[in-house]
């Protein structure tokens, strides 16, 4: 261990270096309040941390996750990292332990040592959602799926869907009062595919604002009901005006599906270690 000191990000006090872990989890988000701890409201990061600490008999471990999903939004592949005392022996024992602790809507897959400066959240140079639409009442889809009977044209969606990755500026999809710095994100891919009587939306970017994914769900569905032309929401986009967007699609229909780092263990966690 480095006999240097650094400032932890949870309390600022310096502290010999410790190693860090990156955490690969997933998780339904239903029974949550988001993944960022809140004073009021069950979190999953509060799940994972009460974990952490009991497995590892730490006072408190504290995690910095790779980016913050409200409530009711799911993760299929999620990481946060922390910081601990001394090497950890045995991963694969700390991550079957953490998931016979948390609860049953969540699970650890894989413990990773990183170099101690590796960071969840900021080295993170791609992420992906894909937001889940049902057209018929189905009892095992509703808590992972929004249910829009309406019908909607997809062709005018994908082309709404194809004008995003021409624009960096996304503050009309910003939700206020998010506390971004910037409202500069790089849209990689964007489009809507259609597998029966479901609907998917797919998005990858650098980065995402807050809320940004579901209002720009609900915006092009205004296009696809002929509330809002090609044109309009191309304006929209011109002129960054918050006010011309559609209401935010709900949160059930959210799924983080894929963050990437420039380290060795990204592409196995993203691609193979689930099936995907």
């Avoid at 894989?110 to 049902?134: M, N, P, S």
Wanted: charged share 25%; glycine share 8%.
């Amino acid at each position: 261990m480095s006999g240097e000191e650094t400032i932890t990000e949870s309390t600022g006090i310096p502290v010999p270096w410790w190693p860090r872990y990156f955490l690969h989890i997933s998780y339904d988000g239903t029974e949550y309040h988001g993944w960022q701890r809140q004073p009021n409201g069950h979190t999953v990061q509060a799940e994972f941390e009460l974990a952490l600490s009991r497995i590892l008999r730490q006072g408190k471990i504290m995690t910095i996750g790779c980016g913050r999903t409200d409530a009711g939004v799911h993760a299929r592949r999620f990481f946060l990292h922390f910081d601990v005392p001394e090497e950890i022996a045995d991963p694969e024992t700390v991550v079957f332990k953490i998931n016979q602790l948390v609860a049953k809507d969540v699970s650890a897959h894989a413990l990773i040592r990183v170099h101690d400066k590796a960071h969840a959240r900021y080295d993170a140079y791609e992420r992906a959602y894909e937001y889940c639409i049902h057209q018929k009442p189905d009892p095992f889809l509703y808590r992972y799926s929004w249910y829009m009977s309406r019908k909607v044209d997809l062709d005018l969606m994908n082309e709404a869907a194809s004008i995003l990755p021409q624009y960096r500026d996304f503050a009309c999809f910003s939700r206020t009062g998010g506390g971004q710095k910037t409202s500069i994100c790089e849209v990689r891919e964007s489009y809507w595919v259609a597998e029966g009587d479901r609907l998917f939306f797919r998005i990858r970017a650098d980065r995402f604002l807050r809320g940004m994914v579901r209002c720009i769900v609900g915006t092009m569905l205004d296009v696809g009901r002929n509330k809002m032309s090609i044109e309009q929401f191309r304006e929209m986009l011109e002129t960054n005006n918050r006010s011309m967007a559609g209401d935010s699609a709900k949160p059930q229909g959210l799924h983080l599906t894929e963050v990437l780092y420039p380290y060795p263990f990204s592409e196995f966690t993203n691609r193979d270690f689930l099936g995907g």
